[in-house]
């Protein structure tokens, strides 16, 4: 078991930023592969980004890519996402998640960017991007 809390959420005007963090406790941090996913009222939740268990690769979706950064620290147990540059279009709850079975991120060697692929998920983090 994993648990995962996330914090940094809130209401910006848009072109602001955000930090967001998931603290990860229960086991070992550099066991999981990490990923970043959005949901908006009566959408699917959404891929945002993914990083590989030491941090050395990562990925994000096409909306995202040259505004956001993932990022993490196994020392603090903690994920990271840099969200730039926001758009009202970003407003979404924010979760994280973890899977210890995910293989590669590398070149998209392994699958890793829907849902169904992370096993432990937090709460969520609101962020509202105001116009």
């Known amino acids: 078991q994993v648990q995962l809390v996330e914090s940094g959420g809130g209401l910006v005007q848009d072109g602001g930023s955000l930090r967001l963090s998931c603290a990860a406790s229960?086991?070992?941090?550099?066991?999981?592969?990490m990923g970043w996913f959005r949901q908006s009222p009566g959408k699917e939740r959404e891929y945002v980004a993914a990083i590989s268990r030491l941090g050395l690769y990562t990925d994000y979706a096409h909306s995202v890519k040259g505004r956001f950064t993932i990022s993490r620290d196994n020392t603090k147990n903690t994920v990271y996402l840099q969200v730039n540059s926001l758009k009202p279009e970003d407003t979404a709850v924010y979760y994280c998640?973890?899977?210890?079975?995910?293989?590669?991120?590398?070149?998209?060697?392994?699958?890793?960017?829907?849902?169904?692929?992370?096993?432990?998920w937090g709460q969520g983090t609101q962020v509202t991007v105001s116009s």
């Open positions: 998640a973890a899977d210890e079975y995910i293989g590669d991120i590398h070149n998209h060697a392994s699958d890793y960017d829907h849902a169904s692929d992370y096993r432990y």
């Open positions: 229960g086991r070992t941090f550099s066991s999981f592969t």
